[in-house]
């Protein structure tokens, strides 16, 4: 079973533009979690899709947004970029709401720097 | 405050020596536990989790956790350690409606 992919791999943008991140979870699982890593605040939660809809939110301004489709595939998207929006940002995914007790699969990342 | 602290933010052991990575916690009722491996370039690799029964949990590479409720604390142990072990382990901490994930502690492997 293939795992969990993230496209692009690397992004390289300058401050105010816009990005779409897009993810695609293992085959059958409905939740999509989105993370951001960077060196000083760590691993921080970001939001949570399951079914299509926004089950969980983390502590992040509105520029960051996301949606699911109804094959799972979730897409993450950050306007009007700043420096800060520099890090590395992580997909996973698992059969059930996020969090709990469930597994979740994590994909490789994509390397966002903003200029 | 519901918090997760990794004390150590890098440990070196020579291969084949043993290792203890710590987690402490802040949280109310008794939370789930995960560790995660996470190597250069690559996302988050589950190595085992905690949610109730057996304080003592078995996990993936030889991997072992043990939760002490007294102790708020839940570290990760390996008897003998290799080379490729060499990466970073996060501890998280949560419940059905919050996981915060510790800040991370990198281990290096000496030859």
């Known amino acids: 079973k293939a795992g969990v992919t993230q496209t692009p791999r690397y992004l390289i943008k300058t401050r105010g533009q816009q990005v779409t991140l897009s993810c695609s979870p293992i085959s059958g699982h409905r939740s999509v979690s989105w993370y951001q890593q960077t060196p000083g605040q760590g691993l921080q939660f970001l939001f949570e899709y399951f079914s299509e809809t926004q089950r969980n939110k983390g502590n992040f301004p509105g520029r960051f947004s996301g949606r699911q489709f109804s094959n799972s595939r979730s897409e993450m998207n950050v306007s009007t970029l700043e420096l800060g929006d520099s890090a590395l940002y992580l997909c996973a995914s698992s059969l059930a709401i996020w969090p709990g007790r469930d597994t979740q699969y994590f994909g490789p990342g994509t390397r966002l720097t903003v200029l | 405050a519901q918090s997760v602290t990794q004390p150590d933010i890098h440990i070196t052991v020579s291969e084949g020596a043993s290792l203890e990575l710590r987690c402490n916690y802040s949280?109310?009722?008794?939370?789930?536990l995960f560790w995660y491996v996470q190597s250069p370039g690559q996302g988050l690799q589950l190595l085992l989790k905690y949610f109730s029964g057996d304080t003592l949990v078995q996990g993936i590479k030889g991997f072992e956790a043990e939760f002490k409720r007294s102790q708020s604390s839940f570290n990760l142990r390996k008897p003998s350690v290799h080379w490729s072990d060499a990466a970073e382990y996060f501890c998280a901490v949560g419940n059905n409606n919050d996981m915060r994930f510790g800040a991370g502690t990198r281990l290096t492997v000496k030859p």
């Open positions: 949280y109310g009722a008794t939370p789930y």
